[in-house]
């Protein structure tokens, strides 16, 4: 069992940047890759960014080049660094969990574990 808590969302300008934090419960995180994803008012939840417990990545191609996530599986910790944020990037971000190390499933129906979702807003 996994438990997922999202932090660090907020309300940004265009141009600027945040760093969404997901803190994990369970001593088994290391064995689960990590993704972000990100649901927008009358959209559907979308693929962001994953990252394997060996740290192999994958981006939405919408974010390639403005976000990065990365892990510390010491800390039980998965973070996404935005920059360059447009206000398409307006949504809730949701951090979520899956056992196996494959970042090229993008559903939301190949993940086990999500947090509550932070809101992030980017003003124009």
């Known amino acids: 069992q996994v438990q997922l808590v999202e932090s660090g969302g907020g309300l940004v300008q265009a141009g600027g940047s945040l760093r969404l934090s997901c803190a994990a419960s369970?001593?088994?995180?290391?064995?689960?890759?990590m993704a972000w994803f990100r649901q927008a008012p009358g959209k559907e939840r979308e693929f962001v960014a994953a990252?394997?417990?060996?740290?192999?990545?994958n981006y939405a191609d919408s974010v390639k080049g403005r976000f990065t996530i990365s892990r510390d599986n010491a800390k039980n910790t998965v973070d996404l660094q935005m920059n360059s944020l447009k206000p398409e990037d307006t949504a809730v971000y949701y951090c979520?969990?899956?056992?196996?190390?494959?970042?090229?499933?993008?559903?939301?129906?190949?993940?086990?574990?999500w947090g509550r979702g932070t809101q992030v807003t980017v003003s124009s």
């Open positions: 369970g001593r088994t995180f290391s064995r689960y890759t």
């Open positions: 990252i394997s417990w060996n740290r192999r990545t």
């Open positions: 979520a969990a899956r056992q196996g190390d494959s970042v090229v499933v993008t559903t939301t129906r190949a993940y086990d574990y």
